[in-house]
């Protein structure tokens, strides 16, 4: 029986119509096989548009559907949803791309019109083959994992647990709180990071919804939507968690050295205790130390035990070993944030090489007032330094290493400007190519900032040397500048200079989003599902992003983005039930002869062999559709739903007839 | 006329026509003589689709899948580079220049890189000129023909007779 | 009334009329129902008795041997007018079969190795077969050697085939039984052969498969138990149609694909290249190559009987 095919082709304003010729596209698609209408709109993808193919699927004029417009990425759900409130099975429906593959990607507009035919011939010939797919729904497990326990993390945590949801935490240090932990002040309104976090820290700590697992690594995920399986390595910390009570006997008695005694100011920055069993930071969470077996005399050469001794819990336990948990999951939020950028490889800003040349992160940990230095800014040597410039975009806004902005560096050395200036007596400089200062209450900032007699340069610095010119340069760091509002170079001499390192996706990001088949984008970051209206989503169903996993943020942007996350989780858990993907790949057991070729072609082992049957079967729950175990099926057993050989034999045709 | 080489792509759904769509949404244009067939995954391709779109009239046939280690579906990519080592192994035993069907790599976010790499395989085709599968394998028949047909129909004449 | 039979060879080695022949006794009960009216290789019949006929006469006509010239092109045509059911026999029929490797080459080039370039060759005139020349002043003719060897149904409309090189002396007499007994099935169908591929009738165990070298029977003994693909031997049992017992299987050579594929595979030979490449284990290029440099002359490999019946047909000229 020959099908009914109406064919759709959308103008999409100019997008299309301005290269495509439309009537001849029409003309062309008129005369095709099994074309029974061809329709032209100026957007069909506008309510009066998705009207046109629904009435007359009503009308019963067609049983298939063509629709030549943009990329199914963008359009296919909706063109599919119309199919079904018109009556029609979705899966017969096919999506002919003839914008971001065609008119806005080619100049000649006779080819581009020839483009466009061939285009809507593949699909026409592809539809007439389709069949109709059932759709199949399975439950959602609501519960959640939450991969990071920094503040997007703990956000998002909070929110699915203060809704009732169970949610698994797992962070990799030792405590969550990740960098905001680390932080003194918080800009633009210089509210006490410890004082907004730590609240947050010790909720999750004692949320009754949320089981924390820190000092844990994801070491598996398998599963799809609503039904993930979670391995996750506990990581040894030697100390017992249900004995300890965190009185700190250990580290106050423990003579190994995670963080060096001797050395400058520099080298010895810590936040926690700087024996080898510690605590990150006194408020962590949970307020357990961890043995850093690298250090630990005990872990080196077995001389040591004293912390084992000290301890009146008996809490230590040195042959402790690391354990592998399971978890089921219905969803999972990714939020394993950022690193900055190191900045060692940039040899002319001298880093490592001067002593007083810091990264961000070490001035922040300096300033902060619960580290070593008691919230101190001091030189190497433990002056206070009289003269302190602040580098911006290191790292970022550079085509050798980051591309992008990594949009927090302006502000927090806005933050650093004002700190100094509150602290101690000392000029501040700020070399800035552009100063971005886009969020709520920034531009005030900033113009605050402008009061406080901090001297701005516009330049990209180019080094930062020891080599003086001048008398007054003599035992100083000389930054050398070209100041582009002045338009000259200049040499200032300085006591100390800070490196606004930008912000990186964590090393541990790619591990993690291959776990969750998740894509890394060129700069690093998961790429999004839609890049504007999809930013907390990704193109695995079940898995979601907050915080800088996606990009660079601040932390009311990550803030909001974790919530985000949290209530697309919850809207999948309130929905109960998910569709999942239709076309899976199946097995003709007629024609399987049991060769086991395709077993091991799965990656998610959907494939079993049925010893009873002599034959391979696909459990289409877990398969996601990709095709390869029909490609690898050496007798044609296999066959791809909606990616069938002949389908695709027919789309070949039709785009080479012409 | 000059001549405007055919070309079939068949992209992964994930990477690289993603890619391809961001080379449209960036309005960076390259040779209109790429179309692309759509694939969940490059593991899905099959050397047979390959084969079938030169017969089918190709002049050449990219293949595009996500980065190694990259795969929406993990290993899929690895499969696809192995069936495409074993392929171009045969091609050239049927005559046909390796060079016409290319694999690449090409990621979500590189959509520059799918123009280059399109108008860069359209140009090398161009220089290899028409495949022509067809064409040949009627050339190469053009004189296997039968002379005893007529022969045949009328001595089928005769006995009608 | 007895069914008026003939058996015709083409391009052939003449094996599948012995397999005809490998009947044995049963050959009586065939006679006994089917007049040959023609069988070259076995009676004095003229081409000119069966130009006499009527058309539709013979009931059925196994043909087997694939069309390498004119002359089997004639037959093969002459044939079909004259039968009312054609069979093609065996693998060269029914998907070129080992003739059909000369696909790779053209009729000069295979004209100058057999007549001028062969080691044994004493031709020092240069002497070629003509199609037309004059003997003791009488025109003497020879069939046209064609460029490209063809299956029988690239010629002629094909009723059933019956695949296989040689086709099982068993399946033969089940299909000639089922003619006997009207009981044919769809036309277009493989009759004689299963619906699996070989992997279903092969006694050998299988498991999943990771190949990461590939070796020839003549440089191991293979484990008898074991998968001959999984101990790294090319076997095509996972592309071929089951129906032969698995006979080279047991004898512990792989399988080579004289039954041909399974319906909606358009290319055997290609098929394998999927299926092999997919369950090797090196993920880079480089050790990719170094397992595949494990492959002798991979095309002629995979498409040893299915040249003429594969996608591409013959190398391009």
Same mark, same amino acid.
Request: charged share 25%.
């Given at each position: 029986?020959?099908?009914?095919?109406?064919?759709?082709?959308?103008?999409?304003?100019?997008?299309?119509?301005?290269?495509?010729?439309?009537?001849?596209?029409?003309?062309?698609?008129?005369?095709?096989?099994?074309?029974?209408?061809?329709?032209?709109?100026?957007?069909?993808?506008?309510?009066?548009?998705?009207?046109?193919?629904?009435?007359?699927?009503?009308?019963?004029?067609?049983?298939?559907?063509?629709?030549?417009?943009?990329?199914?990425?963008?359009?296919?759900?909706?063109?599919?949803?119309?199919?079904?409130?018109?009556?029609?099975?979705?899966?017969?429906?096919?999506?002919?791309?003839?914008?971001?593959?065609?008119?806005?990607?080619?100049?000649?507009?006779?080819?581009?019109?020839?483009?466009?035919?061939?285009?809507?011939?593949?699909?026409?010939?592809?539809?007439?083959?389709?069949?109709?797919?059932?759709?199949?729904?399975?439950?959602?497990?609501?519960?959640?994992?939450?991969?990071?326990?920094?503040?997007?993390?703990?956000?998002?945590?909070?929110?699915?647990?203060?809704?009732?949801?169970?949610?698994?935490?797992?962070?990799?240090?030792?405590?969550?709180?990740?960098?905001?932990?680390?932080?003194?002040?918080?800009?633009?309104?210089?509210?006490?990071?410890?004082?907004?976090?730590?609240?947050?820290?010790?909720?999750?700590?004692?949320?009754?919804?949320?089981?924390?697992?820190?000092?844990?690594?994801?070491?598996?995920?398998?599963?799809?939507?609503?039904?993930?399986?979670?391995?996750?390595?506990?990581?040894?910390?030697?100390?017992?968690?249900?004995?300890?009570?965190?009185?700190?006997?250990?580290?106050?008695?423990?003579?190994?050295?995670?963080?060096?005694?001797?050395?400058?100011?520099?080298?010895?920055?810590?936040?926690?205790?700087?024996?080898?069993?510690?605590?990150?930071?006194?408020?962590?969470?949970?307020?357990?130390?961890?043995?850093?077996?690298?250090?630990?005399?005990?872990?080196?050469?077995?001389?040591?035990?004293?912390?084992?001794?000290?301890?009146?819990?008996?809490?230590?336990?040195?042959?402790?070993?690391?354990?592998?948990?399971?978890?089921?999951?219905?969803?999972?939020?990714?939020?394993?944030?950022?690193?900055?950028?190191?900045?060692?490889?940039?040899?002319?800003?001298?880093?490592?090489?001067?002593?007083?040349?810091?990264?961000?992160?070490?001035?922040?940990?300096?300033?902060?007032?619960?580290?070593?230095?008691?919230?101190?800014?001091?030189?190497?040597?433990?002056?206070?330094?009289?003269?302190?410039?602040?580098?911006?975009?290191?790292?970022?806004?550079?085509?050798h290493y980051n591309e992008y902005c990594s949009r927090v560096?302006?502000?927090?050395?806005?933050?650093?400007?004002?700190?100094?200036?509150?602290?101690?007596?000392?000029?501040?400089?700020?070399?800035?190519?552009?100063?971005?200062?886009?969020?709520?209450?920034?531009?005030?900032?900033?113009?605050?900032?402008?009061?406080?007699?901090?001297?701005?340069?516009?330049?990209?610095?180019?080094?930062?040397?020891?080599?003086?010119?001048?008398?007054?340069?003599?035992?100083?760091?000389?930054?050398?500048?070209?100041?582009?509002?002045?338009?000259?170079?200049?040499?200032?001499?300085?006591?100390?200079?800070?490196?606004?390192?930008?912000?990186?996706?964590?090393?541990?990001?790619?591990?993690?989003?291959?776990?969750?088949?998740?894509?890394?984008?060129?700069?690093?970051?998961?790429?999004?599902?839609?890049?504007?209206?999809?930013?907390?989503?990704?193109?695995?169903?079940?898995?979601?992003?907050?915080?800088?996993?996606?990009?660079?943020?601040?932390?009311?942007?990550?803030?909001?983005?974790?919530?985000?996350?949290?209530?697309?989780?919850?809207?999948?858990?309130?929905?109960?039930?998910?569709?999942?993907?239709?076309?899976?790949?199946?097995?003709?057991?007629?024609?399987?002869?049991?060769?086991?070729?395709?077993?091991?072609?799965?990656?998610?082992?959907?494939?079993?062999?049925?010893?009873?049957?002599?034959?391979?079967?696909?459990?289409?729950?877990?398969?996601?559709?990709?095709?390869?175990?029909?490609?690898?099926?050496p007798s044609n057993a296999i066959s791809a739903k909606h990616?069938?050989?002949?389908?695709?034999?027919?789309?070949?045709?039709?785009?080479?007839?012409? | 006329?000059?001549?405007?080489?055919?070309?079939?792509?068949?992209?992964?759904?994930?990477?690289?026509?993603?890619?391809?769509?961001?080379?449209?949404?960036?309005?960076?244009?390259?040779?209109?003589?790429?179309?692309?067939?759509?694939?969940?995954?490059?593991?899905?391709?099959?050397?047979?689709?390959?084969?079938?779109?030169?017969?089918?009239?190709?002049?050449?046939?990219?293949?595009?899948?996500?980065?190694?280690?990259?795969?929406?579906?993990?290993?899929?990519?690895?499969?696809?580079?192995?069936?495409?080592?074993?392929?171009?192994?045969?091609?050239?035993?049927y005559g046909v220049e390796p060079e016409r069907v290319r694999?690449?790599?090409?990621?979500?976010?590189?959509?520059?890189?799918?123009?280059?790499?399109?108008?860069?395989?359209?140009?090398?085709?161009?220089?290899?000129?028409?495949?022509?599968?067809?064409?040949?394998?009627?050339?190469?028949?053009?004189?296997?023909?039968?002379?005893?047909?007529?022969?045949?129909?009328?001595?089928?004449?005769?006995?009608?007779? | 009334?007895?069914?008026?039979?003939?058996?015709?060879?083409?391009?052939?080695?003449?094996?599948?009329?012995?397999?005809?022949?490998?009947?044995?006794?049963?050959?009586?009960?065939?006679?006994?129902?089917?007049?040959?009216?023609?069988?070259?290789?076995?009676?004095?019949?003229?081409?000119?008795?069966?130009?006499?006929?009527?058309?539709?006469?013979?009931?059925?006509?196994?043909?087997?041997?694939?069309?390498?010239?004119?002359?089997?092109?004639?037959?093969?045509?002459?044939?079909?007018?004259?039968?009312?059911?054609?069979?093609?026999?065996?693998?060269?029929?029914?998907?070129?079969?080992?003739?059909?490797?000369?696909?790779?080459?053209?009729?000069?080039?295979?004209?100058?190795?057999?007549?001028?370039?062969?080691?044994?060759?004493?031709?020092?005139?240069?002497?070629?077969?003509?199609?037309?020349?004059?003997?003791?002043?009488?025109?003497?003719?020879?069939?046209?050697?064609?460029?490209?060897?063809?299956?029988?149904?690239?010629?002629?409309?094909?009723?059933?085939?019956?695949?296989?090189?040689?086709?099982?002396?068993?399946?033969?007499?089940?299909?000639?039984?089922?003619?006997?007994?009207?009981?044919?099935?769809?036309?277009?169908?493989?009759?004689?052969?299963?619906?699996?591929?070989?992997?279903?009738?092969?006694?050998?165990?299988?498991?999943? *498969? &990771?190949?990461? =070298? %590939?070796?020839?029977? !003549?440089?191991? #003994?293979? @484990? $008898?138990?074991?998968?001959?693909?999984?101990?790294?031997?090319?076997?095509?049992?996972?592309?071929?149609?089951?129906?032969?017992?698995?006979?080279?299987?047991?004898?512990?050579?792989?399988?080579?694909?004289?039954?041909?594929?399974?319906?909606?595979?358009?290319?055997?030979?290609?098929?394998?290249?999927?299926?092999?490449?997919?369950?090797?284990?090196? *993920? &880079?290029?480089? =050790? %990719?190559?170094?397992? !595949?440099?494990? #492959?002798? @002359? $991979?095309?002629?490999?995979?498409?040893?009987?299915?040249?003429?019946?594969?996608?591409?047909?013959?190398?391009?000229?």
């Open positions: 029986m020959s099908e009914r095919i109406g064919v759709y082709v959308c103008h999409c304003g100019t997008n299309i119509a301005g290269k495509v010729d439309i009537d001849k596209v029409v003309e062309f698609a008129k005369g095709l096989d099994d074309v029974t209408l061809v329709r032209e709109y100026k957007f069909m993808c506008s309510d009066p548009g998705q009207s046109l193919i629904q009435k007359d699927i009503e009308d019963g004029l067609i049983n298939r559907v063509v629709v030549a417009s943009c990329s199914p990425l963008m359009h296919e759900k909706t063109f599919r949803n119309v199919c079904t409130r018109g009556g029609l099975n979705e899966y017969l429906f096919a999506m002919a791309n003839i914008r971001e593959q065609c008119s806005w990607v080619h100049v000649d507009e006779a080819q581009t019109t020839e483009k466009a035919k061939d285009l809507i011939e593949a699909s026409v010939r592809r539809v007439a083959l389709q069949v109709p797919l059932t759709k199949r729904e399975v439950p959602i497990n609501p519960q959640t994992l939450v991969i990071g326990g920094g503040i997007a993390g703990i956000q998002a945590a909070l929110d699915l647990a203060d809704a009732g949801k169970k949610v698994i935490l797992i962070e990799k240090e030792p405590s969550i709180g990740g960098h905001m932990a680390k932080f003194d002040k918080t800009f633009p309104t210089l509210d006490c990071s410890a004082c907004i976090l730590t609240p947050k820290m010790v909720s999750v700590g004692q949320h009754e919804n949320i089981e924390l697992l820190s000092w844990s690594e994801v070491e598996d995920i398998s599963g799809y939507v609503g039904n993930f399986n979670i391995k996750i390595r506990k990581k040894a910390r030697y100390v017992d968690a249900e004995l300890c009570n965190g009185c700190g006997a250990c580290w106050e008695k423990c003579p190994g050295t995670r963080v060096p005694r001797k050395g400058n100011v520099h080298e010895k920055l810590s936040l926690g205790p700087t024996t080898s069993i510690y605590m990150p930071f006194m408020q962590a969470v949970p307020a357990i130390p961890v043995i850093d077996t690298e250090t630990c005399i005990r872990f080196k050469n077995g001389k040591c035990g004293i912390c084992a001794a000290v301890c009146e819990r008996n809490a230590i336990k040195y042959d402790m070993e690391d354990e592998i948990v399971e978890f089921e999951v219905g969803n999972i939020i990714l939020a394993t944030g950022f690193q900055t950028f190191d900045p060692e490889p940039v040899k002319r800003y001298g880093y490592g090489r001067f002593d007083n040349v810091m990264t961000a992160i070490e001035f922040e940990i300096m300033n902060c007032a619960s580290g070593n230095t008691g919230g101190k800014i001091l030189m190497a040597d433990g002056k206070e330094p009289k003269s302190i410039g602040i580098v911006h975009c290191v790292g970022s806004r550079d085509k560096c302006c502000m927090y050395a806005l933050k650093y400007s004002h700190l100094i200036k509150e602290k101690i007596d000392a000029e501040v400089y700020e070399f800035y190519i552009d100063l971005r200062c886009f969020g709520k209450g920034y531009e005030e900032f900033y113009d605050r900032l402008l009061g406080e007699d901090v001297r701005f340069v516009r330049g990209k610095v180019a080094e930062v040397t020891e080599v003086p010119i001048e008398e007054a340069e003599k035992g100083k760091l000389v930054v050398e500048v070209e100041d582009t509002l002045v338009g000259m170079v200049r040499r200032i001499p300085l006591d100390m200079v800070v490196l606004c390192t930008g912000l990186e996706a964590h090393e541990s990001l790619p591990d993690v989003a291959g776990l969750c088949s998740v894509s890394i984008g060129k700069d690093g970051f998961v790429i999004e599902k839609h890049p504007k209206l999809g930013p907390v989503a990704t193109a695995t169903d079940g898995v979601f992003i907050a915080g800088c996993c996606q990009s660079p943020k601040d932390i009311p942007d990550t803030v909001a983005q974790a919530s985000a996350a949290s209530s697309a989780v919850l809207s999948m858990i309130t929905r109960e039930k998910i569709e999942i993907e239709s076309a899976t790949a199946s097995v003709d057991e007629d024609k399987c002869s049991g060769c086991k070729l395709c077993n091991s072609l799965c990656p998610y082992l959907a494939i079993k062999y049925d010893e009873e049957k002599g034959v391979s079967v696909v459990n289409e729950a877990l398969c996601k559709g990709c095709g390869t175990c029909a490609a690898g099926c990616f069938e050989d002949r389908q695709i034999f027919a789309e070949i045709k039709g785009i080479l007839s012409a | 006329m000059t001549f405007e080489p055919k070309i079939v792509g068949f992209l992964c759904n994930w990477c690289s026509y993603t890619g391809a769509d961001l080379a449209g949404t960036a309005r960076i244009k390259y040779a209109p003589n790429i179309r692309s067939v759509r694939v969940m995954c490059s593991g899905r391709i099959e050397p047979t689709f390959i084969i079938k779109a030169l017969f089918e009239g190709a002049d050449g046939v990219l293949i595009a899948g996500c980065h190694p280690g990259d795969c929406h579906y993990q290993e899929g990519n690895y499969k696809a580079l192995r069936r495409h080592r074993l392929l171009q192994r045969i091609l050239p035993e694999l690449e790599w090409i990621a979500a976010s590189e959509g520059e890189r799918f123009a280059t790499i399109v108008n860069e395989f359209t140009e090398q085709i161009r220089e290899l000129g028409p495949l022509g599968v067809k064409e040949s394998l009627a050339e190469a028949m053009k004189d296997d023909i039968d002379h005893h047909e007529e022969h045949i129909e009328e001595s089928g004449a005769a006995n009608e007779a | 009334m007895k069914l008026k039979g003939g058996i015709y060879w083409g391009s052939g080695c003449g094996g599948c009329d012995v397999a005809v022949l490998d009947i044995h006794e049963k050959i009586l009960d065939v006679a006994e129902k089917v007049d040959f009216l023609f069988w070259p290789i076995a009676l004095d019949f003229k081409y000119d008795d069966v130009r006499a006929m009527d058309d539709g006469e013979f009931d059925l006509v196994l043909y087997n041997g694939a069309i390498r010239n004119s002359e089997n092109e004639e037959i093969a045509k002459l044939l079909r007018r004259k039968t009312k059911t054609l069979v093609a026999l065996g693998a060269c029929a029914h998907i070129g079969g080992l003739p059909s490797l000369a696909n790779y080459h053209t009729k000069q080039s295979m004209f100058d190795r057999v007549y001028s370039e062969t080691e044994s060759t004493d031709n020092p005139d240069g002497t070629v077969p003509l199609e037309k020349s004059i003997v003791d002043g009488n025109g003497l003719e020879l069939p046209r050697f064609y460029n490209t060897v063809k299956t029988l149904d690239q010629v002629v409309d094909v009723d059933y085939y019956l695949p296989g090189c040689p086709p099982v002396p068993q399946q033969i007499v089940n299909a000639l039984t089922a003619v006997f007994n009207g009981e044919l099935p769809p036309k277009g169908s493989i009759i004689g052969a299963g619906t699996r591929t070989l992997c279903d009738e092969c006694p050998r165990e299988k498991e999943e *498969k &990771e190949i990461s =070298e %590939i070796k020839r029977p !003549l440089n191991m #003994i293979p @484990d $008898p138990e074991k998968c001959l693909l999984e101990q790294g031997l090319i076997c095509l049992g996972p592309v071929t149609r089951e129906g032969c017992g698995a006979r080279c299987i047991n004898s512990g050579v792989p399988c080579r694909g004289c039954y041909g594929p399974l319906e909606e595979v358009h290319d055997q030979g290609i098929r394998m290249i999927s299926a092999l490449a997919s369950v090797l284990g090196p *993920k &880079e290029e480089k =050790e %990719i190559d170094a397992v !595949l440099d494990g #492959i002798v @002359d $991979p095309l002629r490999t995979f498409h040893r009987f299915s040249t003429a019946a594969s996608i591409l047909r013959r190398k391009m000229i």
